[in-house]
């Protein structure tokens, strides 16, 4: 099997390259993004090459017992989440950017703040609050004398349950990039459509929704696809998704191969899903107009409705952020067994390998969409989808496609170096930090792109035409006229990554070196030893790292991008 | 500036990467790839250190991706122990040829034969029950048996399991298809999930819990997480041990079922010796002994000290199956799981 990938991919590479050079206009540019995009992909083709071993004994039993149970609940809490991050997100968004009122700025933040929760331990939280052994229903009991199954009480631990959960910290993904879609959009055409008499409510459906629709689509993406990769969540809570059908696969049936076809069968659902997406948009290409200047007139909010706001927004960060906060504090505070002297050196780790993925993600973000707009080569646009859906696997998997090339590499090493030099260099690349920024660059590279792509896409190529016809070169274009104008989406691309990273645990338990730990493993495995609320402790550290940036950064992305613009011109 | 950032923060990653990786290949060192988690092993290894001057490279992990992990990385692996819980898993990395047998006075004498591989390639160092636990006010010993009554009608709706993602579950049934046939147990599961009082979810702790909220009357579990229950301070945790009570069934036949976590050395293990060392370490009377006090398992070492709270749960005959038999029916078992509705 191994040895059928390995060929596979070496086809696949060479093919891409004999391509890639028959362009008319390569240049170092281009040439770089192909390399970045196709090695960032490679993990993705790692797994999907398990399709080609054929398939074993384990699918004729899968197909009899469970994997009806597998595609039907990730569906229906795929449907969920899409309909609960919309409900949130999207007015959340509209609120924030288009009306003025008491508060906003408090507001504007604070829907950020579930962001920083990682879904599995929002799930702990509410499970130890409402579960039948919690302090509500066990208040329940001894108020009413009511014996368990006597009395009606919400089923925490359930599809709608995990649904709720996963809604309560995915939806900020839709918000951010809505919110940034409604605050580039040109305050003039919707001027000219109220002029036209439209209504309030008639311009915001009829131009401002489908205006924000890629940015919408692209939130709505992300929390999909982090509800599909969602292990801890799910196997909590007892739901048979693909992802616990994976790893069940992978550890119980121990076939890696089927576990790998279940995962590439996901990852071809996900594909249709974009591809179907793109297609459904393909006549619609949105650019702002630049020609903004003044800030657009925001809609005053009276007194009665700015409570009716605040009430609407409020419980999501209320249920999604206070209140799980609230009792982890309470855990930590109360019933909590650490050492506060080793969170030092897990917060600095998490920290800085959080920094420096989401630095590089978006760099490399950066440079490949830029690559993409000057000349659009097909190679690396299925190279970047492909790697894209990194986002929609379980970081185990990930980990183990990256393994397998890094091992394969490190080996030819330790070979050249012994033969040669005759020094033993043992293992480099893997189970070194190198790996472990680059699982995470191809596990959030959809983030990121999404975030940069939106952003890009929303300035028009008349700017860059005009830029280079003053006789700067394209690096110079990108710097001083399409950096400083999507500011934002570049900081929203940080700040998801970072936040991601902070989070993430699955891949990082694999790949790490030895002797080094994060906030996010240390918490996972307290809470996977049963220890909820010594794992409290960890877990509100993470929000605490997560936060600083997560306030920071908010506020500078909802800074107007116009001013930097005009400065960056200037100084030329 | 931004720019100037990057690169230096680049160039500081890329440089710390290769520091990580090349300073474990020195010697008077060993490295652990873990399946035990942090706080149930740093301790012990933290005492090895001090009594040897042996220093101690520790990664933990899931036991499969562990696994994975040094298959993948094969004979450049820098571990020269792997450590999980979990017969099957022992036997799966037998299976997988990451392990080399060792031959060791020490470690067979400590270690009674049924609790280590036929060809040395592991070695169990604690053990654990999976036993039945019942609700005090609502259950009398006396009707309970077995683990095979719980199929039987008079559980109807009165049962918690954990689900059969779970290892544990998957190690109970291997060991009843060893010892009553896969047809019989599967006739068993099938029964036992239709008396189920809600659908699997939670781990151990949650099915106490459950039996002492009254979701339940009886449910199956691992002794350590009642033990840990039973040394806690805490008022709620005190008043499930105070309604659940600790049942060993199958007395009259072949006794409690039961697992172990274990270790074994590594097939390119660089630090051998200290890998042996290491492992004799682990089961030497004092760390038994830590085992029993902190986690509330049961020694492997005939001799070592038990805490007052194991005292307590009284003496139990043991399933003799050989360990490696619950690894080689595990597959079998997570089929005949799906087959019986174990969710």
């Known amino acids: 099997m191994l040895s059928l990938a390995s060929f596979l991919q070496q086809l696949i590479i060479r093919l891409m390259i004999a391509k890639a050079l028959n362009y008319k206009t390569f240049n170092w540019l281009s040439g770089c993004a192909l390399l970045i995009a196709v090695t960032l992909s490679l993990p993705i083709f790692v797994v999907s090459s398990s399709v080609f071993s054929g398939l074993g004994p384990t699918w004729v039993h899968l197909a009899d017992t469970v994997l009806s149970d597998y595609v039907s609940n990730s569906f229906l809490l795929l449907l969920g989440v899409a309909a609960g991050t919309l409900l949130l997100g999207v007015p959340a968004a509209w609120f924030t950017s288009v009306c003025e009122f008491r508060g906003k700025v408090l507001l504007t933040w604070m829907f950020l703040l579930p962001l920083a929760f990682p879904a599995y331990i929002v799930a702990y939280t509410y499970t130890g609050l409402l579960d039948f052994a919690g302090p509500v229903q066990s208040f329940i009991r001894e108020f009413s004398g009511l014996k368990y199954g006597e009395y009606w009480f919400f089923e925490i631990r359930s599809l709608p349950g995990a649904a709720i959960m996963l809604t309560l910290v995915l939806y900020p993904y839709v918000y951010l990039l809505t919110r940034a879609a409604f605050l580039q959009q040109s305050t003039n055409s919707l001027e000219v459509c109220r002029t036209l008499g439209y209504s309030r409510y008639r311009a915001f459906f009829h131009l401002s929704l489908p205006m924000a629709r890629p940015a919408i689509i692209a939130g709505l993406t992300l929390a999909l696809m982090e509800t599909l990769a969602d292990y801890g969540t799910v196997q909590f809570f007892g739901i048979s998704t693909f992802t616990t059908g994976i790893f069940r696969t992978f550890y119980g049936l121990g076939d890696s191969t089927a576990a790998a076809q279940l995962a590439s069968l996901l990852l071809s659902f996900v594909a249709m899903l974009i591809i179907l997406e793109r297609y459904s948009r393909r006549q619609n290409r949105y650019h702002s107009n630049s020609e903004q200047r003044a800030a657009p007139a925001l809609i005053k909010l009276s007194k009665t409705n700015t409570c009716y706001v605040w009430l609407i927004c409020f419980s999501p960060i209320l249920f999604g952020f206070l209140l799980p906060a609230a009792v982890l504090l309470y855990w930590s505070v109360c019933e909590a067994v650490f050492e506060a002297s080793a969170f030092f050196s897990l917060a600095w780790n998490s920290f800085y390998l959080a920094i420096s993925a989401a630095v590089i993600a978006v760099l490399l973000s950066l440079l490949l969409a830029y690559a993409r707009r000057l000349k659009s080569n097909p190679l690396v646009n299925s190279a970047v989808t492909i790697s894209g859906l990194g986002y929609a696997l379980p970081g185990t998997i990930i980990a183990i496609g990256i393994l397998i090339p890094l091992a394969w590499l490190d080996h030819r090493l330790i070979d050249l170096f012994e033969s040669f030099f005759d020094i033993e260099i043992g293992l480099l690349l893997s189970g070194s930090l190198f790996a472990l920024l680059f699982a995470y660059t191809v596990r959030f590279l959809a983030v990121s792109m999404g975030a940069v792509q939106t952003g890009l896409d929303k300035i028009k190529p008349n700017i860059d035409n005009a830029a280079r016809s003053l006789g700067n070169n394209n690096l110079k274009v990108l710097q001083l006229v399409h950096v400083p104008l999507m500011r934002s989406s570049l900081l929203t691309a940080l700040l998801i990554v970072f936040v991601d990273v902070l989070k993430e645990f699955p891949a990082t338990l694999i790949l790490r070196p030895f002797n080094f730990n994060t906030l996010a493993v240390h918490a996972f495995e307290l809470a996977s030893d049963e220890r909820l609320m010594d794992a409290a402790p960890a877990s509100l550290m993470i929000v605490a790292v997560g936060l600083l940036p997560v306030i920071l950064l908010s506020r500078s992305i909802s800074k107007r991008p116009a001013m930097s613009v005009s400065k960056g011109i200037k100084q030329q | ?343």
């Open chain 2, 1 to 343: 500036m931004i720019k100037k950032l990057c690169t230096s923060l680049i160039l500081l990653t890329t440089t710390a990467s290769l520091f990580t990786s090349a300073t474990v290949l020195a010697s008077g060192e060993v490295n652990v790839y873990s399946a035990r988690k942090e706080a149930l092993i740093k301790p012990l290894l933290e005492q090895f250190s001090k009594s040897t001057g042996i220093s101690v490279n520790l990664i933990t992990g899931k036991a499969d991706a562990l696994l994975q992990r040094l298959k993948i990385e094969g004979k450049a692996s820098p571990a020269d122990i792997f450590i999980t819980v979990d017969a099957g898993r022992l036997q799966r990395a037998k299976e997988a040829g990451v392990l080399q047998a060792i031959d060791s006075a020490i470690l067979k004498k400590n270690i009674p034969a049924n609790l280590r591989d036929v060809d040395k390639l592991w070695f169990g160092l604690s053990q654990r029950a999976r036993t039945i636990f019942y609700a005090k006010d609502r259950v009398k010993p006396s009707q309970l048996s077995s683990y095979e009554d719980l199929a039987t009608s008079q559980w109807q709706g009165r049962i918690c399991l954990r689900s059969s993602n779970n290892i544990y579950n998957q190690s109970l049934v291997a060991s009843m298809i060893e010892n009553i046939g896969t047809q019989e147990t599967e006739t068993w599961a099938k029964k036992m999930v239709a008396n189920l009082a809600k659908p699997p979810t939670g781990g151990d702790t949650d099915q106490l819990k459950a039996v002492a909220a009254g979701v339940c009357d009886v449910t199956i579990a691992n002794t350590y997480y009642y033990g840990r229950l039973s040394n806690s301070d805490n008022a709620s945790d005190q008043q499930i041990v105070e309604k659940v009570k600790i049942f060993w069934p199958n007395q009259n036949n072949r006794g409690v079922h039961m697992n172990v976590s274990g270790a074994g050395v590594t097939k390119f293990a660089k630090h051998k010796d200290n890998a042996i060392k290491l492992i004799e370490f682990m089961s030497s009377a004092q760390s038994q002994a830590w085992y029993a006090a902190v986690n509330s398992e049961f020694p492997v070492l005939k001799s070592a000290e038990i805490s007052t709270v194991l005292q307590s749960w009284g003496e139990f005959t043991a399933d003799p199956i050989p360990l490696n038999k619950l690894g080689e029916n595990n597959r079998s078992a997570v089929e005949l799981m799906d087959r019986a509705g174990w969710k």
